[in-house]
Structures are given as C-alpha cells and as structure tokens.
C-alpha cells in the first residue's frame, strides 16, 4: 500500500541512496508501493543517469501509464532508451484517447508495428482520435462509452451489462441514444440499480444534460467541469451523434498541464523542459528570451543615454532613477498578471475591456499619487531639493499610469497576434515601464532643473 505520508524529497533520497549502494531491491520496493504518476514525477526529479537506471526496474505492464505521466521531453529520452518490442509491449493496455496522446511521440517504424499489433476496432479507434486536433476534446475523451437505448426496459439493460460482465472504468452513468445514436442524456448507475426494473430508461434518464462539442478545445472543456461541478460529460459531434465520454481525471490532467505552462511561459520557458536536461539544450533554450530581454536593456540604457548631461550635473538623478523604473515595473506586473489570468480562464473580450482598462487607470492615479507623496518627501529630506521631489512624484505618476495602461493592452494586442502573452507579455512591459519611466524622470529633470 502506498504511504501517503511519505514525501517526494524522501522518496528521491531513499531511490538516490539504493541505487548508489547497488541495494536494487529497494528501489523495486519503493516502485511496488507507488502509482504511475508518482513514479512519474520520480523520474522527472532525477538525473539522467539515475533516471534511466530506475526506469530500467519498472516493471514492463506499468511501462505505459508511467510514460503517460512524465513531460514530453522526458518521454523522448526514455522511449529512446527502449527497443521496438518493449514499446508496443509497453502501450498494449492502454486506452484509445491514452495511446493518441502516446502515438505521435513513438518513431514511425514503432508506430507502424503498434498499429499492426492492433485489432480492427482498436485501429479505427485510434485513428479516428488522431485526426482530430491535439488540443480538442476528441483527444481527451474516451471511446468505451456503453449507450442504450430510450425504449428499453431497465431489466434489459441490466441483462445487458450482465452479459458484458464488465463496465469502463469510472462510470457513473450509461449515455442513452435515439435508434440512429443521436446523444438523448444519461441514465445514472444509481437510479438503474434502486428503481423499478420494468420501468423504461425514458421515465428515468436526465435529458438536461451538458453535452461537449467535439472539437472543443481543452482549456474550455475544463472551465466547463469547474463550472458546472461535472463528474463526466458526454461527447457529441455537430449533428449530435454520440462519439465518447470525458472523465474528471482526463480534465484534473489538463488543469495541471495548464497551470504549468502558465508557470514557466511567464520565465520565457517551456512548460515541458526536463530540469534535468543536459546543459547545452537547456542553454540554448533560455539564450532566446536572454537575448530579446538584452535588447530591450539597450533600448533602456539608449534613453539614459540621452540625458547623459543631465546625470553629470545632478547626481541625486542617477541615485532616484531605479525608483521610478521599480514601481512602474511592479504596477504593471500585477495588472498583467490580472490580465493574463483573465485571459485564460475567458473572463475578458471586447465587450469588457474598455471597462477593465478604466479600473486600472483609476487604480494607477490613485496609487501613483499616493507613493508619489511618499517618495517625493523622501527625496526632499533626502536631498534638500524640493524640485527634485517634485520631478520624481510627477515621473512616478506617469509611469505607474503607463504600467498600468500597458499590463492590460499588452495581453490584448499579443492576444491579437497570435502571441501567447504569458510567454512575452512580462519582456515588453519591462521595456514600457523602463523607458517611460527613465524618460519621465530624466526629461523632467532636464527641463526644469537645468
């Protein structure tokens, strides 16, 4: 039995210290006491070389799940350490929306051997999951959907899932169906089971239910789980014809997916690189938006640049300046982030973002001009120059007012583009609120101290 209590850091050191010691049948006996996603997450937080070393005494008929659960860069690696046979071996208990996701990740000479390993049924399957787009409900739900009839007798469907003698994993209910499989609504198991068996799934079935387009995408189909309490949902396509099912895990999966790419998009990163990947590709990976954040820095400093004579003169220019530029850039973060959320969970469109962009402009003026106060007597005490605090109060207020105007813009435009803002939106507003700001305070001071 797994113990819940036990933490993934001790987990690491108890894995770290038998494969050191050679003591393997530790490691086998941690790997028995933990499910796939766990011995997952177990290889993600391991180095390469202890990595492929516990993935070697994973047992074969877990093989599958486990590659289910880890990134997909650390599912390349590990594919590439297994041959052909250990692969299709490894997929062969999988379901269909579970080997899709799989399928396209395999070497083609694997794939082909997969699929030949196949019965009819199980081929089609796949293949009609394929073609739908990898983001869309077509690729989360599941195919064993067991559906029956509106006019039938709830004895008769007992007989009928007697003779089935199993059901899919998971069920809660029985998808019901006109004669031509057009999706009707759901006999929940419950009511099957403590109701009168002569009755007809008619009189008992919910026909006031949410059903999901199949080409749905993903992060819709959770928000539609969250916001409706869903267990499962059945999948239709466009005429209505039921295709398959999604569970609550499928969509606990994507929320997870989702709030990791939000994560590292926002560091420039991306959302399945190994923490453990070797140093050259990681480089590589992380010098692009280095680089482009460089850029922005010469785009800075080119506005210092400008007011260069304005810094010899007045030293207490170069030692405020930071200021400026720091509260421009937390203002603007948080209202990014705000926007940024808003965006993912489908809060904001055209219809409410004139009215969100006066909120943050009325938020700017006010905190602009509160910790303009602050600052601008700071800077007096400080420097016994009442024009300088005067400068930097009105430098302050224009920058968190263009902070604030950017940390809802930028999101839109990129939005617009086709960029994904979390990836980007955090390296413009640090060139907005950096020039601005610089530029402010140096013109400012410029103009009226010299």
Known sequence: MTDTTETLEHRLSRIHLALEKEHLEWVDDVIADLEPAEVALLLESLPPNERIRLWERIPQEVDGEVLLHVHDEVRSTLIDDMDHAEIVAATAGLDTADLAE?????????????????????????????????????????????????????????????????????????????????????LPLSRLVASDQEMAVADLMDSDVDSIQVTMKSRDVATLFETHDLVSAPVVDSRGFLLGRIMIDDIVDVIREHSEQALMNMAGLDEEEDLFAPVLPSAKRRAVWLGINLVTAFLAAWVIGRFEDALDQVVALAVLMPIVASMGGIAG?????????????????????????????????????????????VAVLWFDNLGIGAIIAAALVINMLAAGVAGIVIPLMLKRFGIDPALSGSVVLTTVTDVIGFMSFLGLATIFLL
Do not use: C, H, Y
């Open 102 to 186: 799989l399928f396209e990740d395999l070497p083609q000479q694997v794939a082909e051997d997969m699929l030949r390993s196949m019965d009819e049924l199980q081929r089609m399957r796949l293949q009609e999951t394929l073609a739908f787009e990898e983001d869309s409900a077509g690729r989360l739900m599941r195919t064993d959907t067991i559906a029956v009839r509106a006019d039938v007798s709830l004895e008769t469907v007992q007989r009928f899932l007697r003779w089935k003698q199993e059901v899919p994993d998971n069920t809660d209910a029985l998808m019901v169906v006109d004669r031509n499989g057009l999706f009707m609504g759901v």
């Open 333 to 377: 973060s948080q209202t990014l982030t705000l926007a940024i959320r808003g965006l993912a969970l489908g809060q904001i469109s055209r219809t409410n973002s004139n009215w969100l962009l006066r909120k943050e402009v009325g938020i700017a003026i006010l905190n602009g001009l509160l910790w303009a106060l602050v600052v601008a007597i």
